[in-house]
């Protein structure tokens, strides 16, 4: 007899990670607008374009799409943060945060980590380490964690601390980042590590037969049926 297969990942997993897909490209694509009116990158309170920078971006200066840029930015990084804030509670509170994205302790030994390594090195497909699809491996647990709890918290408040409106009532920003052009600068390699992040999790889906994957991520399972025992 075959048994229909499981449920791969529930309904607010797929929700929330279309929902921050689209939110995430349209502030890849505003930010770039933005950045674009001054593309050089200074650390402390001040910077302008003739000021000598801390990184000079090989970019034209165009300050005609600021303006839709700051705009659509804004929208999509609340869609952003709405988002991952439902995942994070749900994860929590369903048990998924620990349950699929902490590294079990196979997977932290020293041996392990570095076989991994090498295997990313040379771009090989990822596999997971059970054999099949239901566990991470230890490098992709490890960048999930990293994105949910490092990178997102610090661009969301690096990004809130180039709000003039947010300073006002909560300086103690300018004093967590050292001041509005560091916040801008940090906030800027923030996000060129989530861009790597996702060409890498791009690639993995390619990879590892993408329809697949993708028909899990839609329907919530990959197809087929599995054998009963």
Do not use: C
Not at 96 to 113: G, T, W, Y
Not at 125 to 143: C, E, I, M, T, W
Not at 207 to 215: D, K, Q, T, Y
């Amino acid at each position: 007899m075959r048994r229909a297969e499981p449920l791969r990942h529930p309904l607010w997993v797929r929700l929330t990670h279309w929902i921050g897909a689209g939110a995430f490209l349209a502030l890849t694509i505003s930010g770039f607008a933005i950045l674009l009116a001054l593309p050089r990158l200074f650390w402390g309170e001040t910077g302008a374009n003739e000021a000598p920078a801390w990184i000079v971006l090989p970019l034209p200066v165009n300050l005609e799409q600021t303006g839709w840029g700051r705009n659509l930015h804004f929208l999509s990084a609340w869609i952003f943060v709405l988002g991952g804030a439902v995942y994070l509670i749900a994860a929590l509170l369903s048990g998924h945060l620990f349950r699929r994205l902490a590294p079990d302790r196979d997977q932290l030994h020293p041996a392990h980590l570095a076989s991994e390594i090498r295997d990313h090195l040379r771009l090989r497909p990822a596999v997971p380490s059970d054999g099949g699809h239901a566990r991470y491996n230890a490098l992709q647990k490890l960048a999930y964690l990293v994105v949910l709890l490092v990178l997102a918290p610090v661009m969301l408040l690096s990004g809130l601390t180039m709000s003039p409106g947010v300073t006002a009532a909560y300086p103690e920003l300018f004093t967590l980042f050292g001041g509005r052009q560091s916040a801008r600068t940090i906030h800027f390699l923030a996000a060129t590590l989530l861009v790597a992040f996702l060409l890498v999790h791009l690639w993995q889906v390619l990879a590892n037969r993408p329809l697949r994957l993708m028909r899990g991520m839609i329907t919530g399972r990959s197809g087929g049926d599995t054998e009963k025992a």
